[in-house]
């Protein structure tokens, strides 16, 4: 993953748990749009492994998710 593609992650969850969505989705949406195959598998896998970055708690079917 691109270390642009994740500072934007980051920063989307940074405003996420601090309900600032709309923020957070204007940061990451490009990124994840802009994504090739392999990268965008990269974030879905990063995603999936920072659910508590962006909820604060476990979801208990995060790893089931498409």
Known sequence: MRPSTLRALNRAAELTRQNRLTEAMLIAEPVIITAD????????????????????????????LP
């Open 37 to 64: 195959e392999y990268e965008g598998e990269e974030i879905r896998q990063w995603l999936l492994d920072h659910v508590t970055d962006f909820t604060g708690a476990n979801h208990p079917d995060s790893k089931e």
